[in-house]
């Protein structure tokens, strides 16, 4: 008997990558492979030496064509088998390496808009929708669109093993949230990445697209982002390893703008409940700040802090090593 892997990679379109996938026929018993494919069609290599390597990072229980099938996430390698310059895994994992003292851990609000004939799913064709208000955790009616394609991830991500967390529906009508967590790096970029591929996936069966953008609709709507929750060993234990670990992305916070997924002026302009993208504050329960500190952290005197910057197009593999990177290195000046 055989069975089906799904291979899954990152491409190297700009400015925002595109997942790919291809199917691989296997004998029972037989683990996946190493495999390849070509580069010159995804933006990751010249036609005249197109050949990159896809070697399996995470496997998951194909919870779509189910039975022994797989899902297999990749990272993409050079013939010589060195990361390819379009893997930021690779990157992710060594700090993670470096830093895993801190035991750093994450939760990702993965924020996505689905979109059909060019428009938010159930916008008229001309014109807007009622205004924005009933649609943020709403029920009812024909204003929560695309809610059965929201059940169906859902459960395909419990069926494959990926620790999604919980789902919502956004402010903008179309729009959703699920969250994955809580994990370390780069397992929580593996499994957003996975469950961004079975979104997509899922959503063709109803003739759907999703989009990452940033800013979908241009006006007074929002947009979308992938909140970031971290934590480390000392702030789940202590207050002021939050505080810390605010001014410590305070001191960083250009580095961090311009790594958080493509158009994020556009999204980060103060209004909508977010911060200006080039004005880093934080704060307690503070939606408008750039990091917000749960009122239950602030009450517990421990847990973990909220950076409200990322895009929902942002790469989990690159924000989760610069948050660490950043929190991880800072120690606060020292008296001398
Ligand atoms: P909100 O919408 O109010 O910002 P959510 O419930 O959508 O909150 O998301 C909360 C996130 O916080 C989850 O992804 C969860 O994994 C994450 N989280 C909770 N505890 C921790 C922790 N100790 N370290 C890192 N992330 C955490
Ligand atoms: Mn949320
Ligand atoms: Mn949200
Ligand atoms: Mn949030």
Request: proline share 7%; charged share 20%.
């Given at each position: 008997m055989?069975?089906q ?5 990152i ?40 050949d ?77 929708p009622a ?28 069926d ?5 967390e ?32 079975l979104?997509?996936?899922?959503a ?70 977010t ?23 602030e009450?517990e ?12 197009n ?23």
């Open positions: 055989s069975y892997a799904e291979y899954i990679w491409d190297g379109t700009k400015p925002s990558p595109i997942m790919r996938n291809k199917t691989k026929i296997l004998k029972d018993g037989q683990e996946p492979p190493i495999w390849g494919f070509d580069g010159s069609s995804t933006n990751q290599a010249p036609g005249n030496s197109s990159c390597v896809l070697k399996p990072v995470f496997i998951a229980p194909d919870p779509l064509r189910k039975g022994n099938n797989v899902l297999v996430l990749c990272e993409v390698e050079l013939t010589d088998f060195t990361p390819h310059p379009t893997n930021t895994r690779s990157a992710c994992l060594e700090t993670a390496e470096r830093y895993k003292d801190h035991e750093p851990l994450f939760g990702i609000e993965q924020e996505y808009t689905l979109m059909q004939n060019g428009r938010p799913l159930g916008w008229p064709d001309n014109g807007f205004p924005q208000g009933p649609y943020y955790c709403g029920v009812g009616g024909e204003k929560m669109v695309g809610r059965e394609i929201v059940e169906a991830h859902t459960q395909a991500c419990l494959a093993g990926i620790a999604i919980g789902t919502n529906a956004e402010v903008m009508m179309g729009q959703w949230e699920f969250q994955i967590g809580v994990l370390p790096a780069p397992a929580i970029g593996d499994q957003i990445w996975l469950a961004r591929w979104l997509f996936r899922i063709e069966d109803y003739g759907v697209s999703v989009s990452l953008d940033p800013k979908p609709v241009i006006g007074d709507w929002n947009g979308a982002g992938a909140h970031t929750n971290f934590s480390t060993k000392a702030m789940r234990e202590s207050y002021d390893a939050i505080i810390e670990g605010c001014e410590a992305l305070g001191k960083n916070a250009d580095e961090h703008i311009a790594n958080y997924g493509p158009g994020i002026e556009s999204r980060l302009t103060g209004a909508h409940e911060a200006r993208y080039d004005a880093f504050s934080y704060g307690v329960s503070d939606r408008g700040a750039s990091v917000r500190i749960p009122w239950a952290v009450k005197k421990k847990g973990y802090l909220e950076d409200r910057r990322p895009n929902a942002v790469d989990p593999y690159v924000v989760s090593r610069l948050m660490i990177e950043t929190i991880c290195s800072y120690s606060p000046v020292k008296k001398s």
